[in-house]
């Protein structure tokens, strides 16, 4: 392996880790939780920490990890040393966020606010996003009441 390929491997190892890191630390997400929402496997994610890649990864992938995490591709690029400063996909306009949800999230950044807060609206947020939906129509409580 060349000195080059070598230096990639451990500056994108180096991108991924801080980037998982970060996802522990502000979101206390898993590395499961980490896979789901990016799509790209736990394995390949640990290849990449690792550095232990034969071929560079699938851009798609590295743009979904990044999209997953909420980080600009080109900076997984950069570390890569690809010369790709725009996705292969280009995302949507995100829809506008709803006020309860930009209030929570200005207190979750919010220095003033205890961590003991912060984690107490992160479990109510995994909570919700993660319940079972309750049905649309009244029909199922019409059954379960004859």
């Not at 392996?1 to 801080?18: D, G, H, Q």
């Not at 280009?90 to 930009?102: F, G, H, K, L, Q």
């Not at 984690?119 to 129509?137: G, K, M, N, W």
Request: proline share 8%.
């Amino acid at each position: 392996m060349t000195e080059t390929a070598n230096a990639r491997k451990i500056a994108f190892a180096s991108f991924v880790r801080r980037a998982l890191d970060e996802a522990r630390a502000t979101r206390a997400w898993s590395g499961t939780e980490v896979s789901r929402r990016t799509g790209v496997s736990r394995q390949t994610i640990n290849r990449w920490v690792r550095g232990d890649w034969a071929s560079d990864p699938e851009a798609e992938r590295v743009v979904a990890f990044c999209e997953g995490l909420g980080l600009n591709p080109a900076s997984a690029f950069a570390a890569l040393g690809w010369d790709r400063a725009t996705s292969p996909r280009t995302a949507p306009a995100p829809p506008p966020m709803d006020p309860d949800v930009e209030a929570l999230l200005r207190r979750l950044v919010d220095p003033r606010v205890s961590d003991a807060e912060k984690f107490h609206i992160r479990e109510t947020i995994r909570y919700l996003a993660y319940r079972p939906t309750l049905p649309v129509d009244g029909r199922k409580r019409g059954k379960e009441a004859s």
